[in-house]
């Protein structure tokens, strides 16, 4: 199965959270509140690349039941 080229004008850019701290930010909790979370696996969606957590901000809206129209 061959990979499909990007298509720069059309890709649209991957809106991640970036560290623990910056989603404890947007959900208004503590960093240590978010760090047990995350280990507990407590936030669907969420992955450690290169030592350091992200999540999409459309699964945490998903999850959290924020995104527009739900």
Not at 35 to 64: M, T
């Amino acid at each position: 199965m061959a990979c499909k080229p990007i298509n720069e004008t059309s890709a649209e850019p991957l809106d991640l959270i970036w560290g623990a701290r910056n989603i404890a930010r947007l959900l208004g909790r503590t960093e240590g509140q978010i760090h047990y979370l995350l280990a507990q696996e407590g936030l669907p969606g969420a992955k450690r690349v290169g030592g350091k957590w992200c999540i999409a901000r459309s699964k945490l809206l998903d999850f959290f039941e924020l995104a527009e129209g739900a």
